[in-house]
């Protein structure tokens, strides 16, 4: 299957960042022409587009857009899930930092269409370059008089406010992305009221990924026919994909989804030299691992979750045979004990017992009964904490044990270290073996 | 530090952006961490002021986020992401080389007050594994040795480029970005860098591009 | 009258839109819990449905008077059709739903034992030591949930312990298990968002700022509704185990608010109260004065009979002090004053009103231990003596608006407070005329209606049409606290507004004992019931009630307020009968000092040595709430009764002691709480033509600097001595001014008044200019004492502390 680059056909125009590069490829026509129609077929276009969210869950999009109540007499918001945290999910950011104006665009456009006059771009604030190139294309939007009030003379009113984060990755979590806006502590919210009937202060609030109303753009100026080109029919479009790992050429691959593993590895130059496949994520930590033998399998929703997994964010995570599955299911388990918001038992006390555990395993201690224990206990957070965290939280160990179990049960005697050296797994030469 | 009349009329300002005042707390805890190097009880009872909040509430949110730092940060905030795709590649020797060069552990400041080291997370940028951060700008693909030839440099005073970001500047300024994103540095360095084209450059070597739009459609396609 | 007829559980049925009596239309729908079908109204959560069937769902997070944050996932329910197991304080039932707990369904089972296992992971176990041992729910849940031995075998979380969320709050970090009860009561309920779930994750914890402790008037509700051992109060840890305590309902007696309290005791001393779950009046919240001010009832305490003799008291026998009282009040009978305090019971006050009418022969009788006036005292026999409830509570909470007159609720009346901000959280408009707009006042989102000290009838009297359409709605109330005795013309004014707008008016005196006082008719002019002394029928009912002849009965109206103290300081009464009363209460401490000094007998029954038994003649020491039976009348008109609870107390009662004292000069008193009840509720409330309604002319503010005051919940009052911890969760004393006039005093000011001067910190508030803001008896700052001053008296204000 061919590379298919739309979102990042013309990053290698280092003015595309600017207002002027951007219109010189064709940027803001499609906002000139979606403000010419009314926003109920706007809606409309997006749902018959079939459009998923790119954030990880694949929601529709515009059936998502069309739950806002219209002529309800509320203001309606358009909040853009930029808190792009995810381990391994890494291509929101370069959207921002190498496109904004896409961005900025299909804001503009998805407020027209669900009446809202307020969006906010929610960036993580670790991450400052992307704040301050999204900030600077807001800005030049509005001088261009793409945002402010009776924007191209159709009184459509909107104001952008690029709000940054502050560290956690929780807010990734739409509802706790609101409380988050709203300049609570970001944990999530009881639903219902879902947010498209009563969000960001309480109303109607669509929230979207960066990389889908990238896609809206698009869309909107090439139309449902063309968009379907891509993909299949249950995921259709393209995806910017990010691989990471011990492959050649880890970076950014823009594919139709339904693209495979195999072909994504290929261009990235396959694995390091001398290295195979020993385990990968489709798209975050938050996903069941695969292994070499689910390389073939199609990156669409559909299939990823027929194979046991989930697309998820799209940005496939590789790693060779030097790797330790203890020492890396250990660190994602850290990482959700330090992220878990601390509102529900099963996440915050969870995550503390298991991650207590797993970091005995890879000291070399720990007892066989321990490594069963801890499936009971993932399955003691797996749908029934708050929300969605405690679920990523419950998932890396049983993935990684229904592959790996031997190398569980060998590190309730053996470190991490003593059964993979690390050194072997850096991706530099020079540094020295224990 | 006492927080001054201008001060308080920025966090106003900041309250003044969204619909509702309190929407402003978070940048508004950027700004007093960006004067005064750390968010004390008196920034955040300001910011609470200005947020129509009480302190407690301000507080909550203060220690909920973890770039908020109630101890002085000092000149340089450096970070290394340990998380299992850059920790296994490389970040655990980088942060260990660090950690010995600034004779500082995790989450803490040197003696001297001149760096702050933390074990961050995921910055979503694992094609760049190993990761670290100067002041929150991205330092990528990064091996003990170019880390701590970092840290000497910034010791020297001397400049250095972020490898998809502005020169490195120093935490206050950073933080000063965070709560007014327009910092006029859009345009420094190179964001977009090999990694981020890789994908596109052999698409184009390959003759591969997304297809046109069909027919009969008009040929409204974005043009290249 | 209102004590032992028609007593109203709830409120009055002529109130519009209220009422348990009517019955309301409710949307029922058809639900099925662990098999059984049940009827339950649209809405309801799957939590209180199991409830009714009886079935407890394991909760921590859950209260039914909070919003549900499903934050513990304790209470895992299996509900048919959905994939995962659901939180069923947080699933809102629809029709034909199917839910099945613990007892018929092994997912929720499993689940909550999940949960349970989770819960107990850093849970300490201190239970021997936790004063929650023993009353814990996460303890009792355990035992039913759990599993017997732990398989963690980690480290467990450790904080340092304890840390004081404030001078009586107490928080030992490592029991607690987030279930943000105390943080949503102190932000929902309270308005005081003062403590708060801080960090995140495992290391989540409940704090405070740095610098601004949890110093809420209802912080003892969070040690209450901890399910955990976690918040727990300075004077009650460590002090018992619950198994050890006997626990008694008792009423409150600190306020009209009339909070069911449960008290809780060992070895003859209170340990500690708590908040009585009261769903028509306090629902399950009481303040901290409530809960935390009774060691009063142990401190001070007057052990004997006194006489005095050569110029000073000594211990007597009680009937060589009663036969000393007889003796002296029978030679001066017909001219003795009697002063009854504000915080007797309803019994007690009426054995007052009888023994000064038959025993005394007098009418000079007056229960208002404070600033009381005679447009006042026409206003409560007009409108409110014996009469039927007029707003209750619920009223209180359906109104589309309420007014305040002269009341500072969160100080005066703390869970009138709770109730309106409740009320206002659903949409209720609070108005109140005051010269400031306090932090109290926005959390019932009130609008402040401006009016200087003493120009409140001006202002009632010139309410814009907005306002007056407010309260011209059904349902509309207004509420007149106690302090409108010091507005001239304030008390016509008000009954003036709500003729003309139809709102229900209410008085909402501060202290527990003043309406039952007032229906006991202890105020000149005023027999039980409200009955008019000067009404012939009224005192030929009273008469054969008593079994006197009613020619016997005083027939002119008596002398009330400071009338009645200047006749005893100028020698025209001759002997005082004082129970109960603290002299600084008065508006002119001064005069009431003199009053007693220079009446020639003065007889005190008090439980506390005070400023009048350090004057009295005789001393008769009486019971305190604990050592006797009675009830409070609160604000609404609702009997607050109570029972012993030490039953082999020795103490009498001021009903038993008069009843000894009248018998000695030859009259006769009920002196059983069961009598007094028995004949009071024979008599019955008065239906006759009421005693005339004042119609005083607006007075004026003065020119010049004038005192805005009330008291603060927390301050002086004698009641609350001997528990500091409480103490120190008292507002600072401040001065608050407008920010102008605090730009041009400075940091502190000092306030001279006629009596001398105080200084105080400068704090800026939302006050009128030309108006200062001053607590009335807190430290350092009494006003009637140290400055000789009431609410509207002008001063002299200087910046800076330069006297």
């Known amino acids: ?434 | 530090m006492a927080i001054s009349e201008s001060t308080r009329e920025q966090l106003q300002q900041l309250a003044a952006r969204y619909p509702r005042p309190r929407s402003g707390l978070m940048p508004m805890l950027h700004l007093v961490q960006s004067l005064e190097g750390e968010v004390t009880p008196e920034g955040i009872t300001a910011c609470a002021d200005a947020a129509g909040v009480s302190a407690a509430e301000a507080t909550a949110v203060a220690s909920f986020y973890t770039m908020y730092k109630r101890r002085q940060v000092g000149q340089h905030h450096i970070g290394v992401c340990v998380n299992t795709m850059c920790g296994l590649l490389g970040g655990d020797a980088v942060y260990e080389a660090l950690s010995e060069r600034l004779g500082v552990g995790h989450d803490a400041p040197t003696d001297d007050g001149q760096f702050w080291l933390e074990r961050i997370e995921c910055q979503a940028a694992c094609t760049h594994a190993p990761v670290m951060t100067v002041d929150w700008e991205y330092m990528d693909d990064v091996t003990p040795a170019a880390a701590v030839e970092i840290v000497d440099r910034l010791e020297r005073g001397e400049t250095v480029l972020s490898t998809r970001g502005p020169a490195i500047r120093d935490f206050r300024a950073t933080e000063q970005t965070l709560a007014y994103p327009e910092d006029g540095l859009a345009a420094e360095g190179t964001p977009v860098d090999d990694k981020m084209l890789v994908g596109l450059r052999i698409a184009k070597e390959g003759g591969m591009a997304a297809p046109g739009v069909p027919a009969p459609s008009a040929p409204t396609g974005q043009e290249g | 009258m209102t004590v032992t007829n028609n007593a109203p559980s709830g409120p009055s049925p002529d109130v519009a839109g209220a009422g348990t009596d009517v019955e309301v239309a409710v949307d029922l729908i058809t639900v099925v819990v662990d098999g059984v079908e049940m009827r339950v109204p649209k809405g309801t959560l799957a939590i209180r449905a199991a409830e009714q069937l009886g079935i407890e769902v394991p909760r921590f997070c859950d209260h039914p008077l909070l919003d549900p944050v499903a934050a513990c996932r304790a209470c895992l329910i299996e509900v048919e059709g959905m994939p995962k197991p659901q939180p069923a304080c947080a699933q809102v039932l629809s029709d034909g739903m199917e839910v099945r707990t613990q007892y018929s369904s092994e997912v929720a089972r499993v689940a909550q034992e999940g949960v349970m296992e989770f819960l107990l992971l850093n849970h300490p176990l201190d239970c021997p030591v936790c004063d929650k041992g023993g009353e814990c729910p996460l303890q009792n849940q355990a035992m039913s949930v759990g599993r017997p031995e732990s398989r963690f075998t980690g480290a467990k979380r450790e904080f340092e312990k304890p840390i004081n969320v404030s001078a009586q709050v107490l928080l030992d970090r490592e029991r607690c298990v987030s279930c943000a009860r105390c943080t949503r009561f102190a932000e929902q309920i309270a308005g005081d968002p003062m403590i708060e779930l801080l960090e995140r994750g495992a290391k989540q914890q409940v704090g405070t700022a740095a610098d601004e402790p949890f110093d809420s008037y209802f912080s003892g509700n969070t040690v209450q509704i901890c399910p955990v051992g976690a918040l727990t109060s300075a004077s009650y840890r460590f002090r018992s185990r619950p198994f050890d305590l006997v626990s008694v309902p008792t009423a409150c007696e600190h306020c009209a608010s009339g909070c069911s309290l449960r008290t809780d005791y060992r070895r003859g001393v209170v340990t500690r109260r708590l908040a009585w779950d009261d769903p028509d009046v306090n629902e399950e919240w009481n303040c901290d004065k409530g809960r935390f001010a009774f060691a009063y009832l142990n401190q001070g305490r007057i052990e004997s009979p006194m006489i005095r003799e050569h110029g000073s008291l000594r211990v007597a026998s009680w009937p060589e002090a009663i036969d000393a009282a007889a003796r002296g009040l029978a030679t001066a009978r017909g001219s003795v004053g009697v002063l009854v305090g504000g915080r007797s019971t309803v019994e007690d006050a009426y054995a007052y009103s009888r023994f000064a009418r038959t025993a005394l022969a007098t009418d000079h009788i007056d229960f208002r231990a404070r600033q009381g006036s005679a447009e006042e005292a026409a206003f409560l026999s007009s409108k409110v003596a014996g009469a039927p409830v007029s707003a209750a509570y619920d009223d209180l909470e359906s109104a589309p608006a309420v007014l305040l007159v002269s009341l500072e609720p969160e100080d005066e009346s703390p869970i009138v407070f709770l109730r309106l901000r409740k009320a206002a959280r659903a949409g209720t408009q609070v108005l109140s005329v005051g010269a400031t707009a306090t932090r109290s006042l926005g959390k019932m989102s009130g609008r402040l209606v401006s009016a200087r000290p003493g120009d409140e009838a001006n202002a009632l009297r010139s309410l814009d049409d907005e306002t007056r359409a407010l309260l011209g709605q059904p349902g509309a109330v207004i509420l007149v606290g106690e302090r409108i005795a010091g507005s001239v013309g304030a008390a016509s004014a008000v009954l003036e507004l709500a003729r003309e707008t139809g709102a229900a008016l209410a008085w909402v005196p501060r202290r527990s004992g003043e309406r039952g006082a007032l229906d006991a008719g202890a105020l000149a002019g005023l027999l039980p019931g409200g009955r008019p002394l000067t009404d012939e029928q009224a005192r030929r009912d009273v008469a054969a009630a008593w079994g006197v002849e009613a020619a016997d009965l005083p027939s002119e109206p008596g002398l009330i307020g400071a009338d009645l103290l200047e006749a005893a300081r100028d020698g025209r009464l001759s002997a005082l009968v004082v129970g109960g009363v603290e002299l600084a209460d008065f508006a002119d401490p001064g005069l009431a000092v003199a009053a007693v000094e220079n009446a020639d007998f003065v007889v005190s029954l008090e439980n506390h040595h005070s400023a009048v038994t350090e004057l009295a003649d005789v001393v008769l020491p009486v019971a305190v709430v604990t050592e006797k039976s009675g009830t409070f009348v609160n604000w609404e008109g609702r009997p607050r009764p109570f029972g012993q609870v030490f039953r082999d107390a020795l103490t009498m009662s001021d009903a038993r002691v008069l009843a000894m004292v009248a018998e000695a000069m030859g009259s006769s008193l009920p002196a059983d709480v069961a009598s007094i009840r028995k004949e009071m509720g024979a008599l019955g409330p008065w239906t006759g033509a009421r005693t005339p309604a004042p119609d005083t002319a607006p007075g004026a503010s003065a020119d010049g600097v004038v005192i805005a005051s009330w008291r603060q919940l927390l301050d002086s009052g004698l009641m609350q001595e001997g528990e500091p911890h409480l103490a120190a969760t008292a507002r600072p004393t401040v001065a608050i001014v407008s920010a102008s006039m605090a730009a041009a005093l400075g940091e502190t000011v000092t306030i001279s008044g006629p009596a001398g001067s105080v200084t105080l910190p400068v704090v800026t508030g939302d006050v009128l200019d030309r108006v200062v803001w001053v607590p009335t008896n807190s430290p350092g700052c009494h006003i009637h004492a140290d400055l000789g001053a009431v609410p509207g008296t002008p001063v002299q204000l200087s910046a800076g502390g330069a006297a």
Request: glycine letters at 10%; proline letters at 6%.
């Open chain 1, 1 to 434: 299957m061919p590379l298919t680059p739309v979102i990042t056909e013309h990053w290698d125009d280092p003015e595309l960042f600017t207002i002027s590069g951007y219109r010189r490829h064709g940027g803001y026509r499609a906002l000139e022409s979606a403000l010419t129609r009314d926003p109920d077929a706007l809606i409309s276009l997006v749902k018959d587009s079939g459009l998923r969210g790119r954030g990880g869950a694949g929601f529709p999009t515009g059936l998502k857009w069309s739950f806002v109540p219209q002529n309800d007499g509320k203001p309606h918001y358009l909040v853009v899930n930029a808190d792009e945290s995810e381990p391994g999910a890494c291509k929101d950011i370069p959207i921002m930092l190498a496109n904004p104006h896409a961005l900025v665009e299909g804001v503009i456009i998805t407020s027209y269409a669900i009446r809202a006059k307020h969006a906010f771009i929610y960036i993580r604030g670790e991450v400052p370059e992307a704040i301050r190139r999204v900030a600077n294309a807001v800005r030049e939007a509005r001088e261009a008089g793409y945002l402010g009030t009776d924007i191209r003379g159709t009184g459509f009113d909107l104001d952008v406010v690029v709000h940054a984060g502050a560290g956690a990755y929780i807010c990734g979590e739409e509802t706790a992305l609101l409380d988050s806006l709203e300049g609570f502590r970001g944990q999530p919210r009881l639903k219902p009221p879902f947010p498209a009937v009563a969000g960001l202060y309480a109303s109607p609030t669509v929230i979207n990924n960066v990389e889908t109303i990238c896609n809206i753009p698009y869309i909107v100026d090439r139309g449902v026919d063309w968009f379907r080109q891509f993909g299949t029919e249950k995921s259709p479009g393209f995806k910017v994909f990010a691989v990471s790992g011990h492959v050649n050429r880890p970076g950014i691959y823009e594919a139709p989804l339904g693209i495979t593993m195999r072909e994504l590895l290929d261009y990235a130059g396959g694995m390091r030299d001398g290295h195979q496949v020993k385990f990968w994520l489709p798209g975050g930590s938050s996903v069941p691992m695969l292994t070499a033998d689910h390389l073939d399998i199609p990156m669409t929703y559909e299939d990823m979750a027929a194979a046991g997994t989930m697309l998820g964010t799209g940005t496939p995570m590789i790693f060779d045979e030097t790797v330790s599955v203890v020492k890396a299911v250990t660190r994602w388990l850290e990482f959700y004990k330090h992220e878990s918001c601390g509102k529900c038992t099963p996440c915050r006390e969870g995550t503390y017992w298991i991650t207590g555990t797993l970091e005995k395993f890879e000291h070399g201690h720990g007892t066989e009964q321990e490594v069963e224990t801890l499936v009971e206990l993932c399955g003691q957070i797996m749908g029934r904490s708050f929300c969605a965290l405690g679920d990523a939280a419950a998932t890396p160990y049983p993935a990684a044990l229904k592959y790996f179990r031997d190398e569980f049960v060998a590190a309730t005697t053996t470190s991490a270290d003593d059964q993979f050296d690390p050194v072997a797994s850096y991706v530099f030469a020079g540094a020295v073996a224990r």
